[in-house]
């Protein structure tokens, strides 16, 4: 069995009740560095240096911008731990960028003193990073940038993330290879004639039809989506722990 605790489930625009999607696996994986994350892992119980390996899906805000506040936290904590970063090509520079943005540079150069910092970019095989076995898989999202979701392999089964993105083949491959997938649920429909840039509750409930036998899970929720609406799967609050 793994546990998931949900440090947020809302979408860009953190709507009412619901905080910037991020989740911890099993008390030592953190998914997704995003804003709230430092203060909801405390809220959640967790110590910061409790977390051994952090994802990263892609590389917009709302995804990893907690980076700097969480990496001050663990290098104080320090003690000369390994600490694990996965995520896209372009990862270690992209997160240094991040810190010459917000101005504390300084943050990094203290990290890089207090930690051994592991930083593994994804390449679609089976990678170990540090405790964790895990797959990308890259999906469609934005034309812009790269995106995976991954496959976790954990006690019990395989644990499925989509990261952001729209009905794709890497969906599929993720939704095919899992026993429970966490999905992202951005919008209520698609605008006539827009292109697709996220799930929403048409394309969820498409999902839901082409895999009857998969658990699924919502997060990055907006505002707008009617989650009485869904049916046959888990919408988890923010701060709520859940058993797959
Ligand atoms: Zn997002
Ligand atoms: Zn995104």
């Given amino acids: 069995m793994t546990e998931l605790t949900f440090l947020g489930t809302g979408n860009f625009m953190a709507p009412p009740g619901r905080y910037w999607n991020s989740f911890v696996l099993d008390g030592n994986v953190l998914v997704e560095p995003s804003p709230t994350a430092l203060p909801h892992l405390r809220r959640c119980g967790f110590a910061v240096d409790d977390m051994e390996v952090v994802v990263i899906s ?23 731990r390994t600490l694990h970063v996965v995520g896209p090509p372009g990862l270690e520079r992209h997160l240094a960028n991040m810190m010459d943005a917000g101005a504390v ?11 051994d910092l592991r930083f593994t970019e ?9 405790p964790l076995r895990l797959r990308a898989v890259e999906v469609v999202h934005v034309p812009y940038l790269r995106c995976f979701g991954y496959l976790f392999d954990r006690p019990g089964g395989v644990i499925a993330y989509s990261g952001d993105t729209t009905p794709c083949d890497g969906l599929t491959e993720l939704a095919r290879e899992s026993d429970a997938l966490v999905v992202e649920c951005n919008g209520r429909h698609l605008p006539p004639g827009a292109t697709p840039t996220h799930m929403d509750e048409d394309s ?41």
Avoid at 58 to 80: I, K, R, T
Avoid at 108 to 113: R, T, V
Avoid at 122 to 128: A, T
Avoid at 218 to 241: K, N, Y
């Fill in 105 to 115: 540079r300084s943050v990094l150069h203290m990290a890089q003193e207090r930690l």
């Fill in 122 to 130: 994804v390449d679609g095989s089976w990678q170990q990073v540090g």
């Fill in 204 to 244: 969820v409930r498409d999902l839901r039809a082409a895999h009857p036998d998969l658990r699924i899970v919502l997060t990055h929720l907006g505002e707008q989506v009617d989650t009485a609406s869904i049916e046959g799967v888990t919408i988890p609050s923010d701060f709520e722990r859940l058993t797959l």
């Fill in 58 to 80: 892609h590389f917009h805000a709302d995804h990893c911008f907690g980076w700097p506040f969480l990496l001050q936290a663990m290098a104080e904590a320090g003690g000369g």
